[in-house]
Structure formats: structure tokens, C-alpha cells
């Protein structure tokens, strides 16, 4: 599989994608979802694809490479901490973690130069930058993804050297550094597909909602892809108002759920009835979603654009100290445009609550609410990435 194969006219031989980025579930979905647009795509024209994913062995992309039957390959990777203090420079993590660098950036060489790549799609995380250079250097097209508004670190590295920087959001393009703008291209973040065909039905059947009432609108609360002690502690202090006016589905991180639990089983038994809490919602997922009249949630970007390509009314509640502060601007974002509340500053149950209410009792308003969400969603994104990969490998 070697570079002799590229003199073979293009449709006889696969294409051929390398794709790098992981770390969390906001860099590793839409790299999956990419995949698969572009097997479909490809598969129609009737030209195959071969796939290599390089992430960390630790990282979420490991188990859903895995999953998907993708091969996998990792590389070495490090954290250099900058100080002002050379003592502090040379301390042994940091040169134990300089080697680690080095040692990185020459396995990604061979790895990019054996598997020659038509394109490399790189969509965030420490492990891209590496595979990301060396793509430069192997004379593969890189195309960079950034899921949020504002650039992560190990993208803004690979700024310069992208053939194509796909972004989620026009308000990105000014923040890439001066000489990448031109080649920015507007996708929004790729959603899996199977998120917009959940049935509800399914949700109850699967979680085991035979005691939610029908009648009364459902709340899902999410933490992202860990759960969040924040949103867990505000939502156990608004139970037992909340679940007068909805029934509830909850999903907490794995740290949370048997607190939470013990804490419905105090609740008068029909309010009970109507409580849900999971660790981690997996395959249901875009069955809650379908289910949820109003969304309480964390707003990382890959959240977000699941809920702007579906319409859903929320309320959200952003991690401070998310980098860069992110997620408060992605919530500001959309509320500025009618599109979710936004919680910011200091969140108190009272808060959520007086927010929440009258999403609850007016179905008018979160319709409203939904139908403004809907218009700030691209559910093409991935179709569009897909445009740009082709593109990028087209004019190497
Ligand atoms: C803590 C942290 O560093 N957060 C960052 C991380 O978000 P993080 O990856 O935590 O969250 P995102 O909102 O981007 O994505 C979470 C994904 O996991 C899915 N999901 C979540 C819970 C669950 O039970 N089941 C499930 O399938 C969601 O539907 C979504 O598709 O990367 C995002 C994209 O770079 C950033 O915007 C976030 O600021």
C-alpha cells in the first residue's frame, strides 16, 4: 500500500482516509460521523474507502475505532508546560513529556508516510498535531475541524499548514490566524445520523419509563459525555418541584447515579415514578432526545449542534472553566438569538427553576424556542465536511 498505488486511476483503487483527533466525545463523534458520510459517499460512486484513525490508546476514540471496525494506530504524546521558571522547565515531567513530543512526531511520520493518505482530517486533541505535521510533510492535503466557536490549542497549531480549516460557525473565521482565513470553509459540526430517527417509544422501552407520566412534558438533563457535579447538584435540589410539572430523564456521569438514586426513593412515590437517573445514555440516545420536550444540559459544542440540527427548547448551563471559557459563549450564542437560556454566572436551583417553568407550562414558548434552535443547526454539516475532504484531495 504504498505510493506506487496513486499512478492507478482513482476510482480502481479505495481512498484512502487518515483521520487523527480524540481526547473527548466533541472530538471524537464528528470525526466518526465524517467517516461515515464518506463511506456513503464514496460507496455510491462505487470507489471503496480504507481508514486509518492515529488517536491515544486512553482516549474514547480508542473503543469507538474499535467499534466501527476502523484500524487504529497511536502515537506518543506529551504536555509541554510553559513557565517563565527554566527550573521549572526542566522539571523531570516535562522532559520525561519532551521526549514523549519527539518520539510522537517520528512515529506520525512513518505512520502518515506507509499509509499515504489522499486526505488527513484532523479534528482536535493533543495526538493531531503531530499527525497533523506530518501530513504537511508527507505532502498529504490536511484538513482541519474545529467543533467550537473559539480554536482549540492543538488546531490552532495545524492553522497555518491546513489545506482547508472547516469551522462550525462563521464567527470563528475571524479568529483564525491571518494567513489560514482564506482557506476557511463554514460546515457546522457533523451530527451522527442516527440522532435525527429517535422514536420516544424506544426511549421508554429501552430506560424502562413506564411510570412517566404522558401527559406531562419530559425534561432530559445531561452533564456531556462525563455527567457534571454542577448540573447533578442543581437538578437534585429542583427534584421535587420539577417532577410536579415533568417527568425526568437524568444522566449524571458514573460518579453520581446512587446518590441521585437514593435521593428519588425519598420522593413521594408517584413523583418517583417519574424519575430516570443513568450514568450514560449509549445507543438510546437519539431516542431521549426524540422523547425530551426541553433539554437542560452543559453546552459543548458537540451537544449544541445535536440540539440545534433537532430543534429542541433547553436551558443551559455552561462550564466555567471550559478553555477559553467556550461553552459560556456557544450558551450566550444561542440565547442571544432566542435560540436557549443561558445560565450564566452563579447558578442556583432557584435559577434553573425559574428558567425551566415556563418552558414547562407554555408549550407555545417552547415551541417557539425549538423553532429558533432549529434555524441555528446545520444537520448537513457532515455532508458538507465530506464536500471538503473530496475537494482537499482532489487539488493535491
Ligand atoms: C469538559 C470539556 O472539555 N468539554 C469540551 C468537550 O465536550 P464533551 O465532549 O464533554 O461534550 P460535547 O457536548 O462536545 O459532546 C458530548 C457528546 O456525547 C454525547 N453523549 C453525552 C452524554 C451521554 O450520556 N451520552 C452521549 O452520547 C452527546 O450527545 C454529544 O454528542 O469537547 C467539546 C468540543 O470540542 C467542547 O465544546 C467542550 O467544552
Known sequence: M??????????????????????????????????????????????GLEVLWVGTAEGLEARVAANEGIPFATVATGKIRRSSNP?????????????????????????????????????????????????????????????????????????????????????????????????AVVTGNPVRPEVFHGVPAKAVEALGLYGFDPHLPTVYVTGGAQGSLQINGLVEEALPWLLTGANVVHQCGAAHADGLRARAAALPPHLAARYLVTPFVGPELPDVLALADVVVSRSGAGTIAELTALGKASVLVPLASSAGNEQAHNAGHLQDSGAAVALLGEVTADGLCRAVAPLLSDPSRRAEMAHRARAQGRPDAAERLVDVLLEAAAAK
Open 87 to 183: 527550573l521549572k522547565m526542566a522539571s523531570p515531567a516535562n522532559v520525561r513529556d519532551m521526549f514523549r513530543v519527539v518520539r510522537g512526531i517520528l512515529q506520525a511520520r512513518k505512520v502518515v508516510a506507509d499509509f499515504a493518505p489522499d486526505v488527513v482530517l484532523a479534528t482536535g486533541g493533543y495526538v493531531a498535531v503531530p499527525v497533523g505535521r506530518a501530513a504537511g510533510r508527507c505532502g498529504a492535503p490536511l484538513v482541519v475541524h474545529e467543533q467550537t466557536v473559539r480554536l482549540g490549542l492543538a488546531n490552532r497549531m495545524l492553522a497555518r499548514i491546513a489545506a482547508r480549516f472547516a469551522v462550525s460557525s462563521e464567527s470563528t473565521v475571524p479568529l483564525l490566524p491571518e494567513g489560514a482565513r482564506a482557506r
Open 2 to 47: 504504498h505510493r506506487a498505488d496513486h499512478h492507478q486511476p482513482a476510482a480502481a483503487r479505495p481512498f484512502r482516509l487518515l483521520v487523527t483527533g480524540g481526547g473527548t466525545g466533541g472530538h471524537t463523534y464528528p470525526a466518526l460521523t465524517a467517516v461515515r458520510t464518506l463511506r456513503a459517499r464514496l460507496g455510491a460512486a462505487g470507489q
